[in-house]
């Protein structure tokens, strides 16, 4: 897992986050969703597992998706920082 791969996560979900929360459009959220599963796919298995906990669910089950989306920025911050910190 790179910082670079950190950074991009971080940036990606946290505009995604801002989007959500503030959005009353269902079909934008849902797009939102998708758009974030798709990539949750796609990232670093390593990066993924940080995340997630060992949850295979992470940032793809619907009942939980606004708290994981969460979760996921606050710990993809602290890793940024971190990161930053061993510069």
Known sequence: MTKDSIETAYSFLHQKMNVYIHSSLDWQKDDIEYAI?????????ELYAAMSGGRNDFLRDHKRFRED???????????????????
């Not at 599963?37 to 298995?45: C, L, R």
């Not at 989306?69 to 510069?87: G, H, I, N, P, T």
């Open 37 to 45: 599963a798709s990539y949750a796919d796609a990232m670093s298995p």
């Open 69 to 87: 989306m969460a979760e996921a920025v606050e710990q993809l911050e602290r890793l940024c920082f971190a990161s930053q910190e061993q510069k």
